[in-house]
Nanobody, 122 residues
Framework: QVQVVESGGGLVQPGGSLRLSCAASGIAFSAYGMGWYRQAPGKQRELVAGITSGESTVYGDSVKGRFTISRDNAKNTVYLQMNSLKPEDTAVYYC????????????????WGQGTLVTVSS
């Protein structure tokens, strides 16, 4: 079970940018595959972006070309740079990780952090 603290959310206008951070503790972070997930009101949680322990990345179709995931193993932190934000990006964003270095679908996890709210609105 990964203990994480997500931060960096807030209110931003359409077309704006935010960078989310996810600080993990109590784990061998570099061995973990880490993912950013989001849940909008009335919708299921979805994978936004993921990065394996080998730093391969995957992105959801709706964010490709706009979001970038990265990790800093020295800081036990994974980031999500979000550009060209749209109102439909409004959601609570969560991170989570797999000790086998893989990127998992959200249903794989039973425990989540508190998340960070991103609101895109004019």
């Amino acid at each position: 079970q990964v203990q994480v603290v997500e931060s960096g959310g807030g209110l931003v206008q359409p077309g704006g940018s935010l960078r989310l951070s996810c600080a993990a503790s109590g784990i061998a972070f570099s061995a973990y595959g880490m993912g950013w997930y989001r849940q909008a009101p009335g919708k299921q949680r979805e994978l936004v972006a993921g990065i394996t322990s080998g730093e391969s990345t995957v992105y959801g179709d709706s964010v490709k070309g706009r979001f970038t995931i990265s990790r800093d193993n020295a800081k036990n932190t994974v980031y999500l740079q979000m550009n060209s934000l749209k109102p439909e990006d409004t959601a609570v964003y969560y991170c989570n990780g797999d000790p086998r270095g893989l990127i998992r679908a959200p249903g794989y996890f039973e425990v989540w952090g508190q998340g960070t709210l991103v609101t895109v609105s004019s």
